[in-house]
């Protein structure tokens, strides 16, 4: 006998499948089971007993011409001599065993109707194919990857210890208690991990108290493997929902082979209950084999009639249970909208309020999971959770990040803050917020980063810096950083990324921005705000602006230092300048500018000025620079400047100026009449001579020509005796004079890319110049004397 397990490549081969079964299939598949055993049966009894019996008639049919009487009469003839008394032993047909196996097969092949002989070969082709139809779509290459990937996260998910101690902590629950809680029942074929009973009480991620994570970090309980694990199962989870929402190629799939068992149900009906009459025991046999035989007529009887038949309506019964089953399964697959699936009941049920719908082949499968146990679903749709997953990264983040790893970071600022710098990390771990001593806070290229309540235990912090990071604030903490921050730093790659919060911040001093604009933002969404911001001093503003919005006007009450740096967009429309009466710091850099705005030249408290890298070639406008009484520092570097007009001796209030990376051939002795000057700056230029008048800068402390085409130098440079810088490196000097000597104070001297064969031994008395000071080639450093190499490489 054919043993059924044989078949059993038709069904599912991967247990897990299952949970992809819902009942009717789970019970098609039984009654599948029952049907092969029905035709398996029937194929063994075929093979191993006699199919039909034959016996040939003795008596054959009288002539059509023959009488009644004559019949009569051959009767009573045949009557007396049987009468005869003789040793009877049975009707003798003298025919062998041979003859009779002959008879046997073809009164089967001749006679014997074919649903009689192909019955238990009809059931199994057809239980065969019913299986093989129930489970196409596990097998199909198009369906099966999805339906394997599908099945294998859902596993992960329950089985995956750091998800479910997670979430029992975010619940507030304890995962050892669920442990005696959880009952046996509610274990399934994707096995679950203890604990994880806890979600069906889960509490909203968004409610819980932030103190809790702080107080309690349950990621201590959590290793990092695991917690690395949950963090590339969430990404696995986004990555196949975007895959398989794409197509419905599981739901044409199931509803395509739904529909073939329907219709193959219909046929099988329809021609066996037509054919089930045709198994009959006797069946008349007449074959033209009398040359062989002896015999035309025979008598047969089909051994396996009566089973047959009983066999042949039970199947019939098995196929009707089978097709309505299939029908109600089609009805369920076109009266239900299957390629959608909402979680609302999961989000009242947890709380969990951000769990998207689904739709397509998700929707489907999550349709099927249901009809198996909807607590899969429920608990799946967990992982589909941006809340949830921010909660188990930020868990993990704290158990990376601990306090004292923190503490080590600190550093001093350049505005002399104890500073915390955090460069791409996932989050911002809450262990931040026990730093109480923390002034400044950096965050770089973090995304989703909230700040909670807690930050008011920050009672020094005053600064903030944001670099292309999305940030939101706890309603607590946007009052405690209102009342607190008082330096903010955007850095954005879009004008959406600018948190609408920092318009409130009332006491803030200094606001950084340094993003890419479009006009009309500029104008509407990131200035109009400002004027909210009544204690605001500094604003720097890195951008592609294209004219000054009003709105900076607004706040011209307060507002000293202005930085406008464009990526090179021409900045028009100036004139909202004069109203700034109070700035002292100004800078327009790279705004593309080609005369010095007159609009300056109201600015009467102005002192420092920088239009560093824009287009200017003539400053003859620099003569009304003398109404700015306050006027200190002048930039008008890295330019086209190709001469310094005389009336810069009207300057005289100005202490540093800066003419570097410009195209100045002349430098005209007006310029030092500005005795004040203690820092200037003309290197990178094309200057071939320094006018003797360079002596009358007594206050001059750093002097830089490097990059120039000096070919010798002034005496009277050397009398500025408070010079402490000197550059003088990459000219045509060939000789430098002794008077270098009167530098007393110079701690840094470049000479290096010059001519000079020896250098003088006067440079022995500038005691403060050190070897470390010096730049020059080291073969010129050692033509100086031992004793002035020794005095300068001494600490």
């Known amino acids: 006998m054919i043993p059924v397990m044989e078949f059993r490549q038709f069904s599912e081969q991967q247990p897990a499948f299952r949970v992809l079964k819902p009942w009717w299939d789970v019970f098609t598949d039984y009654l599948s089971v029952i049907m092969l055993m029905i035709g398996v049966f029937g194929c063994t009894l075929q093979v191993m007993q006699d199919k039909i019996i034959c016996l040939p008639q003795r008596i054959s049919s009288p002539p059509e011409n023959t009488s009644e009487v004559d019949v009569k009469s051959l009767l009573l003839l045949q009557s007396n001599i049987s009468a005869v008394p003789r040793e009877m032993t049975g009707l ?223 199947y019939l019964c098995l196929v009707a249970v089978y097709g309505l089953t299939s029908l109600y399964t089609s009805y369920w697959l076109f009266y239900r909208s299957l390629k959608e699936y909402s979680f609302e009941y999961v ?240 800078e327009l850099v790279r705004c593309d500018l080609e005369r010095i705005p007159h609009a300056i030249f109201s600015l009467t408290n102005l002192q420092e000025l920088d239009l560093k890298e824009n287009h200017l070639r003539s400053i003859e406008e620099i003569i009304s620079f003398q109404h700015l009484r306050k006027l200190t520092c002048l930039k008008l570097w890295y330019n086209c400047i190709t001469y310094i007009p005389e009336h810069i001796k009207k300057l005289g209030s100005l202490e540093r100026l800066y003419f570097s990376h410009n195209k100045i051939e002349i430098l005209p002795s007006h310029l030092f009449l500005c005795n004040k000057l203690r820092y200037l700056d003309l290197s990178n230029n094309d200057i071939q001579f320094i006018p003797p008048e360079i002596g009358v800068l007594q206050s001059l402390q750093y002097f830089s020509v490097t990059c120039n085409k000096l070919e ?6 050397f009398f500025c005796k408070k010079l402490k810088t000197l550059k003088l490196g990459k000219n045509s000097l060939s000789i430098i004079s002794p008077k270098i000597s009167y530098l007393a104070l110079l701690t840094y001297l470049d000479l290096k890319g010059n001519h000079f064969e020896v250098l003088p031994q006067e440079l022995g008395c500038c005691r403060a110049l050190k070897h470390s000071g010096l730049v020059v080639e080291e073969t010129l450093f050692e033509t100086l004397p031992s004793d002035v190499r020794d005095q300068m490489t001494a600490e």
Not at 174 to 194: F, G, L, M, W, Y
Not at 211 to 235: I, M, T
Not at 368 to 379: F, N, V
Not at 712 to 717: A, I, R, T, V
């Open 92 to 314: 003798k047909t003298d025919l062998d065993l041979q003859q009779y196996s002959f008879i046997n097969q073809m009164c089967y092949e001749k006679a014997l109707h074919w649903y009689a002989k192909y019955f238990p070969y009809l059931v199994l082709i057809h239980t065969l194919v019913f299986m093989v139809c129930s489970n196409f779509w596990f097998k199909f290459p198009g369906s099966s990857s999805k339906i394997e990937r599908f099945i294998s996260m859902l596993g992960k998910c329950f089985d995956s210890p750091w998800t479910t101690r997670a979430l029992s902590e975010v619940s507030g629950e304890n995962p050892e208690e669920n442990d005696h809680k959880k009952s046996p029942t509610t274990r399934s074929n994707i096995a679950v991990s203890p604990g994880e009973g806890s979600l069906e009480k889960t509490q909203s991620l968004r409610s819980i108290p932030e103190k809790v994570v702080v107080e309690k970090p349950s990621a201590s309980v959590l290793d990092k493997k695991e917690g690395e694990q949950a963090k590339a199962l969430f990404e696995k989870v986004k990555k196949f929902r975007l895959h398989v929402e794409e197509g419905d190629i599981l739901y044409l799939m199931y509803v395509r082979q739904t529909v073939f068992k329907v219709i193959k149900f219909l046929l099988i009906i329809a021609y066996n209950s037509s054919l089930v009459n045709k198994v009959r025991n006797r069946v008349r046999c007449e074959v033209e084999i009398q040359d062989m035989t002896g015999y035309k007529d025979f008598e047969c009887n089909h051994t396996m009639a009566h089973l047959f038949s009983k066999l042949s309506y039970c």
């Open 347 to 586: 989000r009242q049920e947890t709380g969990i309020n951000d769990i998207p719908d689904v739709k397509n082949d998700f929707a489907f499968m999550l349709h099927m999971i249901d009809q198996y146990d909807p607590l899969y679903s429920k608990r799946f749709a967990v992982f589909l959770s941006e809340v949830s997953e921010n909660k188990l990264k930020q868990l993990n983040l704290n158990h990376d990040w601990t306090a004292e790893k923190l503490r080590q970071r600190l550093q001093t600022n350049t505005n002399n803050r104890l500073e915390l710098q955090l460069f791409m990390l996932p989050g911002l771990p809450d262990t931040v917020f026990e730093l109480t001593e923390l002034q400044s806070l950096k965050l770089e290229i973090i995304n989703n980063v909230t700040i909670p309540a807690s930050v008011s235990q920050l009672k020094d912090l005053q600064e903030l810096s944001l670099y292309q990071c999305s940030l939101k604030l706890h309603t607590s903490a946007t009052s405690f950083l209102k009342e607190n921050l008082k330096v903010l730093r955007v850095k954005f790659d879009d004008n959406r990324e600018l948190p609408n919060w920092m318009y409130g911040m009332r006491n803030l001093e200094e606001l950084y921005l340094t993003g890419s604009l479009s006009p009309d933002a500029s104008k509407n969404i990131v200035l109009e705000s400002l004027r909210e911001l009544k204690c605001l001093k500094t604003l720097s503003v890195k951008s592609n602006l294209t004219k000054i919005p009003q709105s900076i006007v607004d706040v011209s009450s307060h507002l000293q230092r202005l930085y406008l740096h464009n990526d090179g967009t021409k900045l028009v429309m100036l004139n909202n300048l004069k109203k700034m009466s109070y700035l002292i710091e100004l």
């Open 712 to 717: 010798n130098l002034p005496d009277e440079l």
